[in-house]
Nanobody, 124 residues
Framework: QVQLVESGGGSAQAGGSLRLSCARS????????MGWFRQAPGLEREFVAA????????KYKDSLKDRFVITRDNAKNMLYLQMNSLKSEDTAVYFC?????????????????WGRGTQVTVSS
């Protein structure tokens, strides 16, 4: 059973940076795609970014690709999201997600496994 635990959330000023981490445990498959979603109060959960096992295929929400960077370290079983030039509209709970098969997360869906989320609050 895959388990995902996010960390690194907190408060930041607009224009600042935060780095989120997701620690995974459980069976590993090289078709795995991992990603980040976020959910702001009163809104639906939305896709942020995804990355395949080798890191050569990444996908971002269009409006975020100039400010956010997703990476993964398979040796450490970790996923990261570097968030730069933060804006108040980035305030949300950020969730780690894993799709063992890969296709859903890279093509508009989500994977089977979710973390509990980490809160990010950006003040202007």
């Amino acid at each position: 059973q895959v388990q995902l635990v996010e960390s690194g959330g907190g408060s930041a000023q607009a224009g600042g940076s935060l780095r989120l981490s997701c620690a995974r445990s459980g069976p590993t498959v090289r078709t795995s795609v991992m990603g980040w979603f976020r959910q702001a109060p009163g809104l639906e959960r939305e896709f942020v970014a995804a990355i395949n096992w080798g890191g050569g295929h990444v996908k971002y929400k269009d409006s975020l690709k100039d400010r956010f960077v997703i990476t993964r370290d398979n040796a450490k079983n970790m996923l990261y999201l570097q968030m730069n030039s933060l804006k108040s509209e980035d305030t949300a709970v950020y969730f780690c997600n894993e799709d063992p098969g890969g296709l859903r997360l890279l093509y508009g869906g989500s994977g089977d496994y979710w973390g509990r989320g980490t809160q990010v609050t950006v003040s202007s």
